[in-house]
Structure formats: structure tokens, C-alpha cells
T-cell receptor, first 112, second 116 residues
Framework: KAGVTQTPRYLIKTRGQQVTLSCSPISGHRSVSWYQQTPGQGLQFLFEYFSETQRNKGNFPGRFSGRQFSNSRSEMNVSTLELGDSALYLC???????????FGSGTRLTVV | QQQVKQSPQSLIVQKGGISIINCAYENTAFDYFPWYQQFPGKGPALLIAIRPDVSEKKEGRFTISFNKSAKQFSLHIMDSQPGDSATYFCAATSRPGGTSYGKLTFGQGTILTVHP
């Protein structure tokens, strides 16, 4: 079956702009989580959605937001971009009947 | 209390050798401990995982050893191969309501290099 699909793969944005990243989970998976990966901070949890409801949120400023649609697809938005937001943003999906999370290949965001 | 500490940061092993990566946690509510393997340009891929009611789990050349009392767990890669060269992350989580896996707390990662 198809894996987790993240679009776009690469993005270059200017400081102060906003950006929206998209994630399509594995078919049948209702839980979607987002993570930020940087060389300095490693993998950090952003938020988790389950059946369109945010169940858990990491320690990130309010500029980071997300949502999940009825088909389980998810988007995350970052407003007023800062240079420090440059990172690989990873989406992962899971199902209660399976074990563990499956990650997508990520969106590489560069803020200039 | 939410941290997972991973060591070493980097590891160099000869082909055929054993690679050992260690992790320690503090939160006793964690009930699922996965290891992920990440190649450049890719997302982390689940390698093997263990629950605290089991002290060891083996899948092929990969073994997790789990010490609940010490709150430590480790990944052993037997007969290490150059293709195993990647970054390895340990993680831990607890499942709210048993529905999904909640938030994964990751270790800082170990860059493994296996020389031919």
C-alpha cells in the first residue's frame, strides 16, 4: 500500500511569510502527527490529530498550527516565518491495529 | 521527565562487528519503545520496537534489550554491514486511551558508520 505522502518536498520562503505543508496518511490511518527535525534540536513533536481532533500539542509557539480533514489528510501552517523555522518537517501516521508510526520523507523548509 | 537520552552520538564499526546504541528514560508512563533508522533525505523508518513487559526482542540481526528497573534500553546490530550506515533514533511513548501512539519522544540520534 502507498506510504505517507508529504508535499511539497522542498520549499524556500522568505522571513515573515507563511507556509502550508500537506500530509496524506496511509489509507485507513486516522492518527497523524507532525515533527520538526533540526540538527541542533533533533526530532521534536509538534502536534497529533486523531479523527480531526487535536489530541496532543508540543511546545511550539502559536505560529505553528495544524488541522486534519475528514479523509484524515492533514495540513500544518507556519505563520510569520523566522530563520529558525528552517527544518525538515515530518508527518507520521498510525493505526490502533498496527504498531508504530510510519513517517513520510518530509518537507524541507528553508527560510531566507 | 519527558527526555530520552541516547548515546553515543556517533559510532564507527567494522563490517561484521556488533553495533550497540543505548538509551535511558525517566518517565515510567512510557509503554512503547521503538527504534527508527533514518537515511539521508528520508524520513525515519521503524526498525524494531519493544514493550516493557518483555526484556528482549530480536528481529533478524537487530535486538532490543530492555531493563525496566534501570529505565534503559539498547539496540544491538549483529554482523553490522555497510548498508546499516545511517542515523538511529530511539524513542518512547505512552498511548492515551489505547487508541493511538500519542507523542513520540526521541533520543538525539546516533550516526552509525560501518566500514567495509
Amino acid at each position: 500500500k502507498a506510504g505517507v505522502t508529504q508535499t511539497p518536498r522542498y520549499l524556500i520562503k522568505t522571513r515573515g511569510q507563511q507556509v502550508t505543508l500537506s500530509c496524506s496518511p496511509i489509507s485507513g490511518h486516522r492518527s497523524v502527527s507532525w515533527y520538526q527535525q533540526t540538527p541542533g534540536q533533533g526530532l521534536q513533536f509538534l502536534f497529533e490529530y486523531f479523527s480531526e481532533t487535536q489530541r496532543n500539542k508540543g511546545n511550539f509557539p502559536g505560529r505553528f498550527s495544524g488541522r486534519q480533514f475528514s479523509n484524515s489528510r492533514s495540513e500544518m501552517n507556519v505563520s510569520t516565518l523566522e530563520l529558525g523555522d528552517s527544518a525538515l518537517y515530518l508527518c507520521a501516521s498510525s493505526s490502533p491495529s498496527e504498531h508504530g508510526y510510519t513517517f513520510g520523507s518530509g518537507t524541507r523548509l528553508t527560510v531566507v | 521527565q519527558q527526555q530520552v537520552k541516547q548515546s553515543p552520538q556517533s559510532l564507527i564499526v567494522q563490517k561484521g562487528g556488533i553495533s550497540i546504541i543505548n538509551c535511558a528514560y525517566e518517565n515510567t508512563a512510557f509503554d512503547y519503545f521503538p527504534w527508527y533508522q533514518q537515511f539521508p533525505g528520508k524520513g525515519p523508518a521503524l526498525l524494531i520496537a519493544i514493550r516493557p513487559d518483555v526484556s528482549e526482542k530480536k528481529e533478524g540481526r537487530f535486538t532490543i534489550s530492555f531493563n525496566k528497573s534501570a529505565k534503559q534500553f539498547s539496540l544491538h546490530i549483529m554482523d553490522s554491514q555497510p548498508g546499516d550506515s545511517a542515523t538511529y533514533f530511539c524513542a518512547a511513548t505512552s498511548r492515551p486511551g489505547g487508541t493511538s501512539y500519542g507523542k513520540l519522544t526521541f533520543g538525539q540520534g546516533t550516526i552509525l558508520t560501518v566500514h567495509p
